[in-house]
């Protein structure tokens, strides 16, 4: 009798196991959404990190005509340093005019349906009425469903996008990089705890 429910068990936990590894190896697809980049009236840059190309590619999208502005956006990192601030400086070197750039300084907030509120407002009381945002790809499937609701909500039209080569850079060989996964396993846990909290849903 306890040799068969140990079988059971360990049936159990094999099958966990297995899924678990499934679950792992489906990240990517799980997490990264396809790129959307209509023409809209800001670009929000949502991907401050050292590691994107997303500087390029914003300028790139500006010089197309997608959007007449763009706005950085990050939280600060230490006493009045807001890593917005410095890309809004990189985009001006990469031709963006000083008076088409302006970085957006949001408070330290516990997910993004907050800091997306926060865009909302500046949104408003700029005129926008839509907006595309450029975050990193494995953010973008929850973002731009996070984005929907709370842009939506003010009737605010919002596309997510992100950098091509940020695509080809995260997915080459991503479970052999120790960053690559925990920004993957990162984000889903991320995107687990926000489900418990509505006003984070």
Known sequence: MIGKILRRMLAILLVL???GILLFFALPPLLIASSDTPKADVILNFSVDPRSKADRYIAWLYREG???KVVTVSSQI???AYPADFVRDHLVTLGIRP?????????ILACRAMIMAEMVKYLKSQGARSALVICQPEDSRHLGWV???VFGREGLEVAVGYAPEDLAEITA????THWKVQ???DEAV????????SECR
């Open 78 to 80: 230490s006493h009045e």
């Open 173 to 176: 060989g991503w479970y052999h």
């Open 190 to 197: 991320n995107v687990g705890l926000d489900q418990f909290y």
């Open 183 to 185: 920004r993957f396993v």
């Open 99 to 107: 008076e088409d750039s302006q970085a957006l300084r949001v408070p």
């Open 17 to 19: 196991l297995a899924a």
């Open 147 to 149: 984005a929907s609701r």
């Open 66 to 68: 997608v959007a007449p």
